[in-house]
């Protein structure tokens, strides 16, 4: 089975080709990885990109919507928590 590694955080995260990034995210287990100004926990809501609550960066890009861009090997990504 092929395999792609992310670095989430700093921590070495595997997923599977075609997956999003918020799949890889939540297949690892973490459910939360953004907080609004107000201090509430965000990830995953929608799915479809029609709302902004499971932002993360990717490779230095800031506000890239997790559940619409598909993780690729050695992508580095930052929670915006």
């Known amino acids: 089975m092929n ?3 992310i670095s989430v955080d700093g921590t070495l995260t595997e997923g599977r080709p075609g ?3 918020g ?3 939540l297949a ?3 459910s939360v990885w953004r907080t609004s100004r107000g201090s ?3 990830g995953l ?3 479809i990109g029609v709302c902004f609550d499971c932002l993360v960066t990717v490779n230095g ?3 890239v919507r997790a559940c619409q861009r598909r993780a690729s090997d050695g992508d580095v990504v930052e929670t915006q928590c």
């Open 3 to 5: 395999r792609l590694t």
């Open 19 to 21: 997956q999003t990034i």
């Open 23 to 25: 799949g890889v995210l």
């Open 28 to 30: 690892s287990g973490r």
């Open 40 to 42: 509430a926990p965000r």
């Open 45 to 47: 809501f929608c799915g």
């Open 61 to 63: 890009d800031r506000d």
